[in-house]
């Protein structure tokens, strides 16, 4: 099973960016200094800044957060750090949305719960049984399970 969260360092930082203080970097032309033709594409959380200078025709690309398997990171991690705490994504999403952060879908975040989330959690409590049923087969003695029928 493909695990993208092995892929990504959760704990990186990452910051709120007002899209205007990213288009002062991206206004100037890194080899000639004229000015430049910004095209952005969004994604989610998820931010191309494809810069275009028509006097020396040099392009440039930058990209808010890594692509793993054409997923932007920062959406998976979202998705995962709303459903892993407990959040409502409703609540979660009101809130990015009346301070006109670009966030995710609905459709999304529940995508990713079904596609990633919800295996990446089955697939560590399956591996965390057969650990312990291994523990348990290699301990000397009998072994007596008992419990409420749960």
């Not at 004229?34 to 095209?39: A, D, F």
Request: hydrophobic share 40%; net charge positive; with cysteine.
């Amino acid at each position: 099973m493909f695990n993208v969260f092995r892929l990504l360092d959760a704990t990186e930082t990452k910051f709120i960016v007002y899209k205007d203080c990213l288009a002062t970097l991206f206004h100037h032309c890194r080899h000639c200094s004229s000015s430049c033709v910004l095209n952005w594409h969004v994604v989610g959380t998820f931010v191309t800044v494809t810069q275009y200078c028509e006097s020396c025709d040099s392009t440039n690309r930058w990209n808010s957060q890594p692509i793993i398997k054409n997923i932007p990171a920062a959406n998976l991690q979202l998705s995962a750090a709303v459903y892993f705490s407990g959040a409502s994504f409703t609540k979660i999403s009101r809130v990015l949305s009346t301070l006109f952060v670009a966030s995710i879908s609905s459709s999304t975040f529940y995508n990713h719960v079904r596609q990633y989330l919800q295996p990446t959690i089955l697939s560590v409590w399956d591996n965390s049984q057969k650990e312990m049923m291994h523990l348990l087969t290699q301990r000397p003695g009998k072994i007596i399970i008992g419990g409420d029928m749960r």
